[in-house]
């Protein structure tokens, strides 16, 4: 019971997160706020990059070796191939393969 | 959770805060704070979802990381009504949330290799839609800016709290080359 209490709070709390914006900005929206809108995404996802990577300790073994080499290969096959899931899995393998077999 | 919720991290989480018996309080605090970053993606939502009409509400709750990743480029491909081409991204990545759960609840115990590693598929994903952008655009500055503020945070603040602040600068950062960068287009 008290579970669903909890769960059903995560939930309502997220939805309106993603929604406030959209209701806030209803009728008209500034164009400092476009303005954003446009800018934002890259610099998220650039964020985004970074959140992933963030439990590297470059100073312990590793050294966060695994995760560069992978990011490389990623960021290369989509410059190469622009091929979006072929990045994903060639980098998700050599990822797994280093730290199972090589680390 | 992954029906009703739908933010990863947050399910993670989610699953502590059921294990530790948390307040309703605490919950509702812990979600403001992970899931803050939800917020961004709404804001530079808003315009591209401005007349997608009846699919509106769908899309804005399916808004997770992964979905903003895919669509947040505004590029629909040729020949297809962009609206129903959102929609089906969102539904899409939805639907695979939840079997991807479904399944991983079933056979996580009894998969035969080790899937150690598997979770850098979420950190390619975003890499790609790094690149990808990267090669699309001109201007840099955003990329730039929100790569070097995130990892400048993330040495102040540490792993655990650099989140938000990463946020803040960002915007303050871009707020201030709002000139420059709006000369260019």
């Given at each position: 019971?008290?579970?669903?209490?909890?769960?059903?709070?995560?939930?309502?709390?997220?939805?309106?997160?993603?929604?406030?914006?959209?209701?806030?900005?209803?009728?008209?929206?500034?164009?400092?706020?476009?303005?954003?809108?446009?800018?934002?995404?890259?610099?998220?996802?650039?964020?985004?990059?970074?959140?992933?990577?963030?439990?590297?300790?470059?100073?312990?073994?590793?050294?966060?070796?695994?995760?560069?080499?992978a990011a490389?290969?990623v960021?290369?096959?989509?410059?190469?191939?622009?091929?979006?899931?072929?990045s994903i899995l060639?980098g998700t393998?050599?990822y797994?393969?280093?730290?199972?077999?090589?680390? | 959770?992954?029906?009703?919720?739908?933010?990863?991290?947050?399910?993670?989480?989610?699953?502590?805060?059921?294990?530790?018996?948390?307040?309703?309080?605490?919950?509702?605090?812990?979600?403001?704070?992970?899931?803050?970053?939800?917020?961004?993606?709404?804001?530079?939502?808003?315009?591209?979802?401005?007349?997608?009409?009846?699919?509106?509400?769908?899309?804005?709750?399916?808004?997770?990381?992964?979905?903003?990743?895919?669509?947040?480029?505004?590029?629909?491909?040729?020949?297809?009504?962009?609206?129903?081409?959102?929609?089906?991204?969102?539904?899409?990545?939805?639907?695979?949330?939840?079997?991807?759960?479904?399944?991983?609840?079933?056979?996580?115990?009894?998969?035969?290799?080790?899937?150690?590693?598997?979770?850098f598929s979420m950190t390619a994903l975003f890499i790609t839609?790094?690149?990808?952008?990267?090669?699309?655009?001109?201007?840099?500055?955003?990329?730039?800016?929100?790569?070097?503020?995130?990892?400048?945070?993330?040495?102040?603040?540490?792993?655990?709290?650099?989140?938000?602040?990463?946020?803040?600068?960002?915007?303050?950062?871009?707020?201030?080359?709002?000139?420059?960068?709006?000369?260019?287009?």
């Open positions: 019971m008290k579970s669903a209490a909890l769960i059903a709070t995560m939930s309502i709390v997220t939805i309106m997160i993603r929604f406030i914006p959209f209701l806030v900005f209803r009728k008209s929206t500034p164009k400092y706020i476009s303005y954003l809108g446009k800018v934002l995404p890259p610099a998220i996802i650039g964020m985004l990059v970074i959140y992933c990577l963030k439990d590297i300790s470059p100073m312990e073994n590793p050294f966060g070796i695994p995760e560069f080499v490389v290969c960021a290369g096959m989509q410059f190469w191939k622009r091929n979006s899931l072929i060639t393998v050599i797994m393969v280093f730290i199972q077999i090589v680390f | 959770m992954s029906l009703f919720i739908y933010a990863g991290s947050m399910q993670y989480v989610g699953v502590g805060l059921l294990d530790a018996g948390a307040s309703i309080l605490t919950t509702a605090i812990a979600t403001i704070m992970i899931n803050a970053r939800h917020l961004f993606y709404s804001i530079s939502m808003i315009g591209k979802y401005k007349d997608t009409g009846y699919y509106k509400p769908y899309l804005i709750f399916a808004l997770t990381d992964e979905t903003y990743s895919l669509l947040c480029d505004g590029i629909i491909p040729e020949g297809v009504n962009q609206d129903k081409y959102r929609f089906f991204v969102s539904l899409f990545n939805h639907c695979y949330w939840i079997a991807g759960s479904i399944i991983g609840s079933l056979i996580g115990t009894v998969l035969p290799i080790s899937t150690a590693g598997i979770e839609a790094f690149t990808e952008q990267w090669l699309t655009t001109k201007d840099h500055v955003p990329a730039l800016v929100g790569l070097l503020c995130t990892l400048l945070c993330l040495v102040l603040f540490g792993r655990d709290s650099f989140l938000i602040p990463a946020m803040i600068l960002i915007t303050l950062v871009l707020t201030i080359l709002r000139r420059r960068e709006e000369d260019k287009v």
